[in-house]
């Protein structure tokens, strides 16, 4: 969306309000109690209750913004900021322009923002021909307490594996190499953090992400031994150079990764690798659809946020 067009559309707290209130009446009401769907709206609360069970639904429970103080205009801004850009904005930036005192609310809406953009994606699974691979990116370690994510400890430098999965298939004849580069043309793309590259967390997170039957095409790895009872394997040993050729796009994914983030948040905490990487992967992949501020609302008020991997309701 164009600056004016937000500012004209969402000048101020209540304009916000009354469009997160206009989606979430879109998306439906859906009682948490007995799962009733009639609801009455209780303007002087400021929340809906259930016609059945009479059970109270706030309008922020179940969204994004659950258990949030910040302002609906702060949310808007950032999720305009965010989409208004193929590159990133960090929460300092974003802070910086909501001109907030604190760092830290700022910084865990934009981490919660990230964390909704993966689970739309995770919605999805790639299909037809795929390019697999891993990505090493170099992250930094900080022991936390976990509850105290913010808490600043000393940092030591590791590298953080990435399982790569790229939808891309052949150009065709009447795409010409030389002028646009490639001999493969790519959809869309996931980017996963994992633990380690054992055959059993490799295999789970490639059948979470890719549908079964789908021709694989990767390096020959011992991560993938056991693809091949769920999908159609071609995993040779490339050579360095064939690699541009065989694995175009996964390769061409990882490092344009590497250089946004790094250009954007400089130092990466590993705990929070996966949320910058579902930004990515989510623009990349919505990168034809124009703009994208509307669907971010919408997974927005579909979603409550994913905190380091665990799923909430
Ligand atoms: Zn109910």
């Keep these: ?154 940092g030591s430098q590791r590298q953080t594996t990435v399982l790569v999965s790229v939808e891309s298939k052949d150009a065709g004849k009447s795409h010409n190499p030389k002028k646009h580069g490639k001999t493969k043309q790519v959809r869309y793309l996931k980017m996963k953090v994992v633990e380690s590259l054992k055959k059993e967390e490799i295999g789970d997170a490639v059948k979470k992400n890719v549908e079964k039957g789908a021709k694989i095409t990767s390096d020959k790895s011992t991560s993938y031994v056991d693809l091949d009872q769920d999908f159609e394997m071609n995993s040779k040993v490339i050579p360095k150079k064939e690699i541009p050729k065989a694995l175009p796009w996964v390769h061409i994914a990882i490092s344009n990764a590497k250089r946004l983030l790094l250009d954007v948040h400089h130092r990466i905490d590993d705990d929070f690798l996966q949320n910058y990487l579902n930004e990515f992967c989510y623009k990349f992949n919505r990168r034809y659809f124009g703009d994208l501020f509307d669907r971010l609302l919408v997974a927005a008020v579909s979603y409550r946020w994913n905190y380091l991997g665990e799923t909430h309701g």
Excluded at 84 to 97: G, H, L, M
Aim: hydrophobic letters at 30%; one cysteine or more; a positive charge.
């Design 1 to 154: 969306m164009k600056l004016l067009e937000f500012t004209d559309k969402f000048p101020d707290e209540q304009s916000c309000k009354e469009a997160f209130k206009a989606y979430r009446l879109k998306q439906g009401i859906v009682c948490k109690k007995c799962g009733g769907t009639h609801h009455y709206w209780k303007k002087n609360r400021e929340e809906w209750e259930c016609k059945k069970c009479q059970h109270r639904t706030t309008l922020k429970s179940g969204t994004v913004m659950q258990s949030s103080k910040l302002p609906y205009q702060y949310w808007f801004i950032a999720m305009h900021l965010i989409t208004s850009t193929k590159k990133s904005f960090s929460a300092k930036e974003i802070q910086r322009q909501l001109g907030h005192k604190r760092y830290e609310p700022i910084w865990s809406m934009v981490h919660k923002i990230r964390s909704v953009m993966g689970l739309r994606d995770d919605e999805y699974q790639l299909k037809d021909q795929i390019e697999l691979d891993e990505g090493f990116f170099e992250t930094v370690s900080i022991t936390r307490d976990k509850s105290e994510p913010l808490k600043r400890g000393r």
